[in-house]
Nanobody, 119 residues
Framework: QVQLVETGGGLVQPGGSLRLSCAAP????????MGWYRQAPGKQRELVAE??????TNYADSVKGRFTISRENAKNMHLQMNSLKPEDTAVYYC??????????????WGQGIQVTVSS
């Protein structure tokens, strides 16, 4: 199921930069929490960065100081990735979630986009 759309992935050399973008469905007008996850081969999917509806951000220790998550409106989010390292290589997934009653958390996901950091 693909509900969000990621763009901006690709191949970059160590020390380089990439900017990922995520677009939510056109009928989303509420500032739900959003974030970026990634999964590398043989590794568990991990939360990279998140941003609340109020603009509060949180980052994995491994990317602090290098990645910046931002949100321009209810539908569009970005992840600026600087000083990229080979260990950043992974498929990156955009996420948005809503707390539903009575079922609980309802997640929206992108299909994933490849980021490869290699010389």
């Amino acid at each position: 199921q693909v509900q969000l759309v990621e763009t901006g992935g690709g191949l970059v050399q160590p020390g380089g930069s990439l900017r990922l973008s995520c677009a939510a469905p056109g009928n989303i007008f509420t500032f739900y929490p959003m974030g970026w996850y990634r999964q590398a081969p043989g590794k568990q999917r991990e939360l990279v960065a998140e941003i609340t509806s109020g603009g509060i951000t949180n980052y994995a220790d491994s990317v602090k100081g290098r990645f910046t998550i931002s949100r321009e409106n209810a539908k569009n989010m970005h992840l600026q990735m600087n000083s990229l390292k080979p260990e950043d290589t992974a498929v990156y997934y955009c996420n948005m979630y809503r707390m539903m009653v009575p079922t609980g958390r309802r997640d929206y996901w992108g299909q994933g986009i490849q980021v490869t950091v290699s010389s």
